[in-house]
């Protein structure tokens, strides 16, 4: 494998990548909505409750409903701990995983379809690079700082909430062994299922937009991790997190094997 | 004689039940400049594609300085160099960081790249707005850049696909010289993709011309037009005082002279049936006690050679 080239063209990719808005809005908007505004409103709620005389008795009910793991582990805090906790630490973790969704798919929308939109695939499939170098640079890019990210935003996301919760619980909470599961095991599954699904939704789609919003579905499985967990069927514990992770990479093999069949050269000329 | 640079076997390119190309057999010698005219969608494009294993024939089989497209792409691509017929720029990137990045791409020694770039931004006259975003270049500025890319590995065959396409005659001419010193003096073999025929005219060894995708003529453009263009013009000076005498005697050889000839100051035109009437009209002429000075034959160009084959004109 020629290195030189495929760094060059993942870092290619990334530099024209970020030089389009629409690329780069939702990857600055979405992590500062969601992992610094958002732990401050969901750690102050309670108390913006209590003083306004407003009944927080939803999350209650929500508490509730949950499984007895997920009641047992938050056993050891009171009830406005236990608020504070599970809407930071369980109800935000399927949230999270959007992040490197997003970003791979974005990137990925860019790097297929904008390069066809762009016509300038052509010059690129007459280097010397084989199929396989370009197939792997062109999700290394993507994938890479879909990663990155997300790695960032965890980050950034574990100061907000220490600090958010740190009126109601008074140390450091986060993270547990769930978010290292889920930032290290299901984070760069998931970024590479974004980038596979992009891979052959860029083969039909016009162009960066049209792909981007067909590859968008990509996120409907979240969403029911998410409504899953606030239903109270089931909550993101360790081995949960470890089991999804294992079922996204297994999917991002299939799709991998299959997108690598068809991305030729011959086919790339006659489709892009 | 050494082998060919390029030969191409018998091979075809179906696309759906269009023929792209079909059934195409020529060799191109090394360092020539090599012509490969036809209208849109003669298949000129495809066959660059396939003789640089971007896309798979349908059948029959091609070999580049004996690499085979599709069994050693890569190693074939390293050593040719493609102006492709859209610019194909990363319009959001620098002229000089597009060049940088094909040269990360084409394995040019990094401690080269810089100078490389600065040479061909230089020679392309480029070297003033290198840091500008491409986007913001004319036409003619972005077929340059093209063009430098092409050239940034120092390729030993070059395919250009309408090189001259948008650019002023100036930058053409420039164009013109730089292919023509690639081919004399450093040896490269030009594959030239026009629908310039003026260009082919000047610069080609030999051309083929193709139509939905097939092979309709190949040779050198003297031997093209020797073939495929029978008529003649020439003109014709004779002494002025003689000039009544000369205008009776070529309309009494309607066999020899299909046109009807006419009088330019002192000159006389008009048009022969083919280069074999000039030796019996040079005699005619001069048994008629003539004084001619000059019959000099307009050569037939390439252009009329593209309209016999492609309408019957010429």
Redesign the interface.
Same mark, same amino acid.
């Given at each position: 494998m020629n290195t030189r080239a495929i760094v060059a063209i993942a870092r290619k990719d990334l530099k024209v990548a970020l030089q389009n808005k629409g690329v780069v809005l939702p990857i600055i908007i979405l992590p500062l909505i969601l992992f610094v505004i958002f732990p401050w409103i969901m750690a102050y709620a309670p108390s913006w409750a209590d003083a306004s005389g407003t009944s927080f008795s939803n999350m209650d009910q929500i508490l509730e409903r949950m499984p007895s793991g997920l009641l047992n582990e938050l056993s050891g805090y009171t009830p406005d701990q236990q608020m504070t906790v599970f809407a930071l630490v369980y109800m935000l973790a399927p949230m999270f995983l959007i992040m490197p969704l997003m970003v791979s798919s974005v990137l990925a929308a860019d790097s297929f379809a904008g390069e066809k939109e762009r016509k300038t695939l052509e010059a690129l499939l007459y280097t010397p690079t084989t199929d396989r170098e370009l197939f792997t640079a062109k999700l290394l890019g993507a994938w890479a700082a879909a990663v990155a990210v997300a790695l960032f935003s965890f980050l950034v996301y574990a100061v907000m909430v220490n600090a958010a919760g740190w009126h109601s619980i008074g140390h450091i909470f986060f993270p547990n062994w769930m978010w290292v599961a889920l930032v290290f095991w299901v984070t760069p599954a998931v970024a590479g299922l974004g980038l596979v699904v992009m891979v052959f939704v860029s083969v039909r789609a016009q162009g960066f937009q049209d792909a981007y919003q067909t590859g968008g579905l990509v996120v409907l499985p979240v969403l029911l991790l998410m409504v899953g967990q606030i239903s109270g069927v089931m909550y993101f514990s360790l081995g949960v997190v470890v089991f999804v992770g294992l079922v996204i990479w297994l999917i991002d093999a299939v799709l991998l094997w299959f997108a690598s069949k068809s991305f030729r050269r011959g086919e790339l000329m006659t489709k892009f | 004689m050494s082998a060919p640079a390029i030969q191409i076997s018998s091979i075809s390119r179906r696309?759906g039940e269009t023929n792209a190309v079909d059934n195409l057999t020529l060799e191109v010698q090394s360092g020539e400049i090599f012509g490969f005219l036809g209208h849109n969608g003669a298949g000129k494009t495809t066959t660059v594609?396939l003789l640089?294993?971007? !896309?798979?024939p349908t059948s029959g089989s091609a070999r580049v300085f004996g690499l085979d497209p599709q069994a050693e792409?890569?190693?074939l691509?390293?050593r /040719?160099g493609?102006l /492709?017929e /859209?610019p194909? !720029? &990363?319009?959001? !990137?620098t002229a000089r960081?597009n060049l940088s990045?094909?040269a &990360?791409?084409?394995?040019v020694p990094r401690a080269d790249v810089p100078g490389r770039v600065n040479s061909l931004l230089t020679e392309f006259e480029l070297v003033d707005r290198a840091d500008e975003k491409v986007g913001g270049y004319s036409k003619g500025m972005k077929q340059r850049l093209?063009l430098a890319?092409a050239l940034l590995h120092k390729p030993v065959v070059l395919f250009l696909d309408e090189p001259t396409a948008a650019l002023d005659p100036v930058a053409a001419r420039h164009v013109h010289a730089l292919v023509e010193n690639l081919a004399r003096r450093e040896g490269c073999t030009v594959f030239l993709c026009t629908h310039n025929l003026v260009e082919a005219q000047k610069l080609c060894d030999r051309v083929a011309v193709m139509e939905h995708g097939r092979l309709v003529a190949l040779g050198t453009p003297s031997d093209l037009t020797r073939q495929y263009v029978k008529r003649l013009d020439v003109d014709l000076e004779v002494d002025p005082v003689q000039m009544d005498l000369a205008l009776q005697t070529l309309q009494e050889l309607p066999q020899l002279v299909i046109s009807t000839p006419k009088r330019e100051k002192e000159l006389l035109t008009m048009t022969l049936s083919g280069r074999e009437s000039i030796p019996e009209l040079l005699s005619i002429l001069v048994q008629k006690g003539l004084r001619v000075y000059r019959l000099a034959p307009q050569e037939a160009n390439l252009e009329e050679v593209y309209f016999a084959l492609n309408g019957g004109v010429g």
């Amino acid at each position: 494998m020629n290195t030189r080239a495929i760094v060059a063209i993942a870092r290619k990719d990334l530099k024209v990548a970020l030089q389009n808005k629409g690329v780069v809005l939702p990857i600055i908007i979405l992590p500062l909505i969601l992992f610094v505004i958002f732990p401050w409103i969901m750690a102050y709620a309670p108390s913006w409750a209590d003083a306004s005389g407003t009944s927080f008795s939803n999350m209650d009910q929500i508490l509730e409903r949950m499984p007895s793991g997920l009641l047992n582990e938050l056993s050891g805090y009171t009830p406005d701990q236990q608020m504070t906790v599970f809407a930071l630490v369980y109800m935000l973790a399927p949230m999270f995983l959007i992040m490197p969704l997003m970003v791979s798919s974005v990137l990925a929308a860019d790097s297929f379809a904008g390069e066809k939109e762009r016509k300038t695939l052509e010059a690129l499939l007459y280097t010397p690079t084989t199929d396989r170098e370009l197939f792997t640079a062109k999700l290394l890019g993507a994938w890479a700082a879909a990663v990155a990210v997300a790695l960032f935003s965890f980050l950034v996301y574990a100061v907000m909430v220490n600090a958010a919760g740190w009126h109601s619980i008074g140390h450091i909470f986060f993270p547990n062994w769930m978010w290292v599961a889920l930032v290290f095991w299901v984070t760069p599954a998931v970024a590479g299922l974004g980038l596979v699904v992009m891979v052959f939704v860029s083969v039909r789609a016009q162009g960066f937009q049209d792909a981007y919003q067909t590859g968008g579905l990509v996120v409907l499985p979240v969403l029911l991790l998410m409504v899953g967990q606030i239903s109270g069927v089931m909550y993101f514990s360790l081995g949960v997190v470890v089991f999804v992770g294992l079922v996204i990479w297994l999917i991002d093999a299939v799709l991998l094997w299959f997108a690598s069949k068809s991305f030729r050269r011959g086919e790339l000329m006659t489709k892009f | 004689m050494s082998a060919p640079a390029i030969q191409i076997s018998s091979i075809s390119r179906r696309f759906g039940e269009t023929n792209a190309v079909d059934n195409l057999t020529l060799e191109v010698q090394s360092g020539e400049i090599f012509g490969f005219l036809g209208h849109n969608g003669a298949g000129k494009t495809t066959t660059v594609r396939l003789l640089n294993g971007v !896309l798979e024939p349908t059948s029959g089989s091609a070999r580049v300085f004996g690499l085979d497209p599709q069994a050693e792409g890569p190693a074939l691509r390293a050593r /040719t160099g493609v102006l /492709t017929e /859209t610019p194909s !720029l &990363d319009e959001r !990137l620098t002229a000089r960081d597009n060049l940088s990045f094909y040269a &990360d791409l084409y394995n040019v020694p990094r401690a080269d790249v810089p100078g490389r770039v600065n040479s061909l931004l230089t020679e392309f006259e480029l070297v003033d707005r290198a840091d500008e975003k491409v986007g913001g270049y004319s036409k003619g500025m972005k077929q340059r850049l093209a063009l430098a890319r092409a050239l940034l590995h120092k390729p030993v065959v070059l395919f250009l696909d309408e090189p001259t396409a948008a650019l002023d005659p100036v930058a053409a001419r420039h164009v013109h010289a730089l292919v023509e010193n690639l081919a004399r003096r450093e040896g490269c073999t030009v594959f030239l993709c026009t629908h310039n025929l003026v260009e082919a005219q000047k610069l080609c060894d030999r051309v083929a011309v193709m139509e939905h995708g097939r092979l309709v003529a190949l040779g050198t453009p003297s031997d093209l037009t020797r073939q495929y263009v029978k008529r003649l013009d020439v003109d014709l000076e004779v002494d002025p005082v003689q000039m009544d005498l000369a205008l009776q005697t070529l309309q009494e050889l309607p066999q020899l002279v299909i046109s009807t000839p006419k009088r330019e100051k002192e000159l006389l035109t008009m048009t022969l049936s083919g280069r074999e009437s000039i030796p019996e009209l040079l005699s005619i002429l001069v048994q008629k006690g003539l004084r001619v000075y000059r019959l000099a034959p307009q050569e037939a160009n390439l252009e009329e050679v593209y309209f016999a084959l492609n309408g019957g004109v010429g």
